[in-house]
Nanobody, 118 residues
């Protein structure tokens, strides 16, 4: 089992910045992926950014160049620096962890609200 604890989030005006953090604990295997998803009201949960333990990244096209994911493998933490935030990026942001094997389950944090005002 893996537990995820998120911090950060909050309210910001459009164009502003926020930083999210996530700490994983439990059975952390060496080959894993951590990242962030978000879910806006009435919409499906969508990928924002992920990073493998080996530092391979994936970003949603909509956030490339504005968001940066980082990891500290020694502490099993991940962060998401979000710059130039847009109103439509208001959502609950979820930290995600999964083992890097086919069919691995996703573990989720409790979610943190990000509100961007126009």
């Amino acid at each position: 089992q893996v537990q995820l604890a998120e911090s950060g989030g909050g309210s910001v005006q459009a164009g502003g910045s926020l930083r999210l953090s996530c700490a994983a604990s439990g059975s952390i295997a060496s080959s894993n992926v951590m990242g962030w998803y978000r879910q806006a009201p009435g919409k499906q949960r969508e990928l924002v950014a992920t990073m493998t333990r080996g530092a391979s990244t994936t970003y949603a096209d909509s956030v490339k160049g504005r968001f940066t994911i980082a990891r500290d493998n020694t502490k099993n933490t991940a962060s998401l620096q979000m710059n130039s935030l847009k109103f439509e990026e208001t959502a609950v942001y979820y930290c995600m962890f999964r083992y890097q094997v086919i069919g691995a389950r996703y573990y989720w944090g409790q979610g943190t609200q990000v509100t961007v005002s126009s």
